[in-house]
């Protein structure tokens, strides 16, 4: 299962259509500078996204840093930010309503993996790199038992 588009997955949907693209994105694409994750329900609360875990739709996701983007997560829970310049970002995410707070997880790739916070990953470098796998764990609201009158 892939856990996030790739560049050359992007570039290729690029080719066929199924991806639209800015030229500023399109470029960002060329160049390589990327930084993507997933938000989604950590079942075993471990911080890894692991097979079954359901992704979170509609988070909102904030790049700031030499670029400043926000965006919300697909159907899959997966994020992707496409910077227009390289350098150090940091990626901020929304607490979503419904779930409790996860174990998030630092990502690989480019020239600096960043630093963990709380729903924050700072000083994420990226040079004509792939920065992947910035996950933010979400818990899912225990539901109050009935309780029985005796």
Do not use: W
């Not at 050359?8 to 639209?20: N, P, R, T």
């Not at 030499?66 to 496409?82: I, M, V």
Request: hydrophobic content about 35%; aromatic content about 8%; overall charge negative.
């Amino acid at each position: 299962m892939k856990r996030y588009l790739s560049l050359s997955g992007v570039v290729a949907a690029m080719l066929f259509g199924a991806l639209a693209l800015s030229s500023a994105q399109t470029a960002a694409v060329i160049s390589g500078h990327s930084i993507a994750g997933f938000v989604y329900v950590d079942l075993n609360n471990n911080g890894i996204k692991d097979a079954g875990e359901p992704g979170i739709a509609g988070v909102t996701i904030t790049l700031s840093g030499d670029d400043s983007q926000t965006t919300a997560t697909d159907a899959n829970g997966a994020y992707l930010f496409l910077p227009n310049g390289c350098c150090e970002y940091t990626v901020t995410e929304t607490q979503p309503a419904g779930y409790a707070d996860g174990i998030d997880t630092v990502g690989v790739g480019g020239c600096g993996a960043g630093t963990l916070g709380n729903d924050v990953f700072t000083d994420i470098c990226i040079e004509g790199d792939e920065a992947t796998g910035y996950n933010f764990g979400e818990l899912p609201l225990e539901t109050p038992t009935a309780q029985r009158k005796l």
